[in-house]
T-cell receptor, first 114, second 112 residues
Framework: AQSVTQLDSHVSVSEGTPVLLRCNYS??????LFWYVQHPNKGLQLLLK??????LVKGINGFEAEFKKSETSFHLTKPSAHMSDAAEYFC????????????FGKGTHLIIQP | DAGVIQSPRHEVTEMGQEVTLRCKPI?????LFWYRQTMMRGLELLIY????????DSGMPEDRFSAKMPNASFSTLKIQPSEPRDSAVYFC??????????FGPGTRLLVL
């Protein structure tokens, strides 16, 4: 069985400051891990994907995430927040690279203060 | 490419009525997924198909829910009879052999 835990339901940062969204995972296999973003009343957009290649994954819009097997973590970071980053972020795990359906975390609501 | 297409985008119905949600996957994709998003439970996988065959329907809540994929370009999710607790946003996603899933815009369902 696989699962993800997003450690913060809400994160608030000031524009221009770093963003850290935390995620821990549990998987019986070598997992594939994803971060998706959902803007209000919009669909889901893939930010980045880890599939056992480089442990530091770079995504779109300046986001990146680091896979740490020893800590079972896959935290999402961005050096400088922009107002347009305000959205809901989901950490996601799959045991088969996404081919078998995705298991979503509960989501972290990112608030950007001007 | 038009991406994954879902219809309707919004649906309001009364308890007891039948609801049919539709999805057209990206052309050439061989897997299709149905997800449901609610405030209480977050995003959950309901069912997925591979080459039009249902592979895992363990997420389907109960017998009132059914899904079909009669061909590679069309799938339906049906709720009969609908109940207020079925109110949610239903997403369809499709993927090719790479495994990356592309999501549709969702159908927002309200059952009164």
């Amino acid at each position: 069985a696989q699962s993800v835990t997003q450690l913060d339901s809400h994160v608030s940062v000031s524009e221009g400051t770093p963003v850290l969204l935390r995620c821990n995972y549990s998987s019986s296999y070598s997992p594939s891990l994803f971060w998706y973003v959902q803007h209000p009343n919009k669909g889901l957009q893939l930010l980045l994907k880890y599939t056992s290649a480089a442990t530091l994954v770079k995504g779109i819009n300046g986001f990146e995430a680091e896979f740490k097997k020893s800590e079972t973590s896959f935290h999402l970071t961005k050096p400088s927040a922009h107002m347009s980053d305000a959205a809901e972020y989901f950490c996601v795990v799959s045991d088969r690279g996404g081919a078998d359906g995705l298991t979503f975390g509960k989501g972290t609501h990112l608030i950007i203060q001007p | 490419d038009a991406g994954v297409i879902q219809s309707p985008r919004h649906e309001v119905t009364e308890m007891g009525q039948e609801v049919t949600l539709r999805c057209k996957p990206i052309s050439g994709h061989n897997s299709l997924f149905w997800y449901r998003q609610t405030m209480m439970r977050g995003l959950e996988l309901l069912i997925y198909f591979n080459n039009n065959v249902p592979i895992d329907d363990s997420g389907m809540p109960e017998d009132r829910f059914s899904a079909k994929m009669p061909n590679a370009s069309f799938s339906t999710l049906k709720i009969q009879p609908s109940e207020p607790r079925d109110s949610a946003v239903y997403f369809c996603a499709s993927s090719s052999t790479t495994g990356r899933q592309y999501f549709g815009p969702g159908t927002r369902l309200l059952v009164l």
